[in-house]
């Protein structure tokens, strides 16, 4: 079960910190992910990282401005967003998979998203 946590309402230019819980982690899923879906658009991804390794991958439209990193200890994903634009504002799931893909596709596991809203 994937729990996110931590969206709201912020200004343009400031940050927000989401966590994703996963309790009862499937021993198959190596990867995490997040990925965000705006009014009237495809869900995206927006970035995934390796438990075992913490390699991270990131969409081009938030590298150099969120920070995707996790806690094995705790089975937890963050997503740290800075610099955040009124663009970014949309609806934000975790997602558990076993391979590192920008399709929604395929990763089995969701949890309910967290919406997070940026006013310009």
């Known amino acids: 079960q994937l729990q996110a946590f931590g969206g709201g309402l912020v200004q343009a230019g400031g940050s927000l910190r989401l966590s994703c819980a996963a309790s009862?982690?499937?021993?198959?899923?190596?990867?995490a992910g997040w990925f965000r879906q705006a009014p009237e658009k495809e869900r995206e991804f927006v970035a995934a990282?390796?438990?075992?390794?913490?390699?991270?991958y990131y969409a081009d439209s938030v590298k150099g401005r969120f920070t995707i990193s996790r806690d094995n200890a705790k089975n937890t994903v963050y997503l740290q967003m800075n610099s955040l634009k009124p663009e970014d504002t949309a609806v934000y799931s975790c997602?558990?998979?076993?391979?590192?893909?920008?399709?929604?596709?395929?990763?089995?596991?969701w949890g309910q998203g967290t919406e997070v809203t940026v006013s310009s």
């Open positions: 997602t558990l998979g076993s391979a590192v893909d920008r399709r929604p596709s395929e990763y089995p596991y």
């Open positions: 009862g982690r499937p021993f198959s899923s190596s990867v």
């Open positions: 990282i390796r438990w075992g390794t913490s390699r991270t």
